[in-house]
């Protein structure tokens, strides 16, 4: 029996093998996520400064996703292979260093292992289909996404305009909705909150979000639709009023520091993704329509 007669036939080898997929991606994500916005902030300061007509600086390496290979942040100790397996070699290490024994952070074998997690709850329920590898490619760029904007307050283009464009181009073929749903959904989520953006400003004076919050709305209205939109605004608010306030209450933290709104839309998003036809047809239902 080939591979692909074994994955069709058992659900569960195929959501394993995801999650296997999905370790592996979680550790790339990490890289993405420290990585993507200091090449960010060096391209900017590049630019500013031939804006300026100054010199450039000589970067001392290359620096990039894949450059300069993975090292321990503290003694700058290259990391051998067997000590780069997700999850595994961080409890093999006891989460210190091989070489200074310095700690390393928990957050890489978390996102590693939240990846896998959500890569096999996505295997398992759209199984072996079409829409799989596509919804994967998804997950984990909202797991990029996420931690980026809790870290830098920040979206990055580079991730969220080309996953907005495949949304529209996979729903030629209707993929995860239909082409029409998909144009309008694109242009019905920048919109939503691009609107709210300019209403907060104009009442407060303040900017209560990010323009990045309005390409992501987008992209998921390019990939499921419009008719998902309003439960992912209502869920995104609803999730992030809850955070906020635990972060506010139980941190003690400053409610005058701005609180990054993406993973929000992030989570709803995903949320809508799985189970977003389920949720709206239950709630149809309910109010007998």
Same mark, same amino acid.
């Given at each position: 029996?080939?591979?692909?007669?074994?994955?069709?036939?058992?659900?569960?080898?195929?959501?394993?093998?995801?999650?296997?997929?999905?370790?592996?991606?979680?550790?790339?994500?990490?890289?993405?996520?420290?990585?993507?916005? *200091?090449?960010?902030?060096?391209?900017?300061?590049?630019?500013?400064?031939?804006?300026?007509?100054?010199?450039?600086?000589?970067?001392?390496?290359?620096?990039?996703?894949?450059?300069?290979?993975?090292?321990?942040?503290?003694?700058?100790?290259?990391?051998?292979?067997?000590?780069?397996?997700?999850?595994?070699?961080?409890?093999?290490?006891?989460?210190?260093?091989?070489?200074?024994?310095?700690?390393?952070?928990?957050?890489?074998?978390?996102?590693?292992?939240?990846?896998?997690?959500?890569?096999?709850?996505?295997?398992?329920?759209?199984?072996?289909?079409?829409?799989?590898?596509?919804?994967?490619?998804?997950?984990?760029?909202?797991?990029?996404?996420?931690?980026?904007?809790?870290?830098?307050?920040?979206?990055?283009?580079?991730?969220?305009?080309?996953?907005?464009?495949?949304?529209?181009?996979?729903?030629?073929?209707?993929?995860?909705?239909?082409?029409?749903?998909?144009?309008?959904?694109?242009?019905?989520?920048?919109?939503?909150?691009?609107?709210?953006?300019?209403?907060?400003?104009?009442?407060?004076?303040?900017?209560?979000?990010?323009?990045?919050?309005?390409?992501?709305?987008?992209?998921?209205?390019?990939?499921?639709?419009?008719?998902?939109?309003?439960?992912?605004?209502?869920?995104?608010?609803? *999730?992030?009023?809850?955070?906020?306030?635990?972060?506010?209450? *139980?941190?003690?933290?400053?409610?005058?520091?701005?609180?990054?709104?993406?993973?929000?839309?992030?989570?709803?998003?995903?949320?809508?993704?799985?189970?977003?036809?389920?949720?709206?047809?239950?709630?149809?239902?309910?109010?007998?329509?």
């Amino acid at each position: 029996m080939e591979l692909l007669d074994i994955l069709l036939s058992s659900p569960l080898l195929c959501a394993a093998l995801a999650g296997i997929v999905g370790l592996l991606v979680g550790s790339f994500l990490n890289v993405v996520i420290y990585r993507l916005p *200091v090449m960010m902030q060096r391209n900017w300061r590049k630019e500013c400064l031939e804006y300026l007509g100054l010199p450039a600086e000589t970067p001392s390496e290359a620096f990039n996703l894949v450059l300069p290979l993975s090292r321990c942040p503290s003694c700058a100790t290259p990391i051998k292979p067997h000590q780069n397996i997700p999850v595994v070699s961080y409890l093999a290490l006891q989460g210190k260093c091989a070489a200074c024994s310095d700690p390393i952070s928990v957050r890489y074998p978390l996102i590693e292992a939240l990846t896998a997690i959500l890569s096999v709850i996505v295997a398992w329920y759209f199984g072996y289909s079409s829409q799989t590898p596509f919804a994967l490619l998804l997950t984990w760029s909202l797991v990029a996404l996420s931690f980026i904007d809790i870290d830098h307050h920040l979206l990055p283009d580079s991730i969220i305009l080309p996953m907005l464009w495949l949304g529209l181009l996979l729903n030629v073929f209707d993929v995860f909705t239909d082409s029409h749903a998909s144009i309008i959904g694109a242009a019905a989520g920048y919109l939503a909150l691009w609107s709210v953006y300019h209403l907060f400003k104009l009442a407060t004076g303040k900017e209560g979000m990010g323009f990045g919050d309005f390409k992501l709305l987008a992209l998921f209205g390019a990939w499921l639709g419009w008719q998902v939109l309003p439960l992912i605004i209502l869920l995104s608010s609803l *999730v992030g009023t809850i955070i906020s306030f635990s972060i506010i209450i *139980v941190a003690k933290r400053d409610h005058t520091i701005p609180i990054p709104f993406g993973p929000y839309l992030a989570v709803a998003g995903w949320i809508a993704l799985i189970w977003g036809a389920d949720i709206n047809r239950l709630y149809l239902n309910s109010i007998g329509l």
